[in-house]
């Protein structure tokens, strides 16, 4: 069992992918231990195809680890079912793109509200806390616009104002600046870094040096293990 200050805890996580006959296709993580502090920002950085994908993943309930213990904020989400993780995603984990993922048709205030639909929170509550977290991200002034009516690092965000508005345990994005110009991509970092001192725990998958320096602490996948785990000052 994790102690009170873990938010994530995984013990030797693999993960393999099979062929149809039954060989080992690949082994992705060969035996991930990862404990991530509440309110501590965590870069995963490694080349392509080191294993940081399934890595993120896995954190985010997207996937099964093949062996091993995962414990997100005191469950074992390793043994639940479809429907249980389908449960946890929505109640503890904010995901944030890279393609920011909006719903075209729909306002900003209204792809805010679309996770707390499916939780079915009250209307007037939805309201409530999409104009509350869309005020925290700046865009109090861009509630009824659509997402083509706004720039790049608008949507993006947004697509974090979307995250958050779950009040989830931990949020995980996916190169979140990989679709931005240096300066858009500069400020939505710097929303990352308000979170973090907010006290929320974030974790980055990114391949840029810069933004995982950014972060409190730096791990780098190689084959599927973690090759160096860093703190960052």
Known sequence: MPQDDSVVKLSKIKRIYYKPDGCVLVEALRGVDLDIPRGQ????????????????????????????SYFLDGNNVAMLDDT?????????????????????????????????????????????RTNDILKRVGLADRVEHKPGELSGGQQQ?????????????????????????????????????????????????????????RCQRTITLTDGNIGTDTLNT
């Open 84 to 128: 249980q993780l389908s449960t946890i995603r929505g109640e503890e984990i904010g995901f944030v793109f890279q393609s920011f993922n909006l719903i075209p048709q729909l306002s900003i205030a209204e792809n805010v509200e679309v996770p707390l639909y499916y939780q079915r929170v009250a209307q007037s509550e939805r309201r409530e």
């Open 41 to 68: 920002s965590l870069a995963i950085m490694g080349a392509s195809g080191s294993g940081k994908s399934t890595l993120m993943n896995i954190l985010g309930c997207l996937d099964k680890p093949t062996e091993g």
């Open 157 to 213: 965000r947004a697509s974090i104002a979307r995250a958050l508005v779950t009040n989830p345990s931990v949020l995980l994005a996916d190169e979140p600046t990989g679709n931005l110009d240096s300066k858009t991509g500069h400020d939505v970092l710097s929303l990352f870094d308000q979170l973090h001192d907010d006290g929320l725990t974030t974790v980055i998958v990114t391949h840029d040096e810069n933004v995982g320096k």
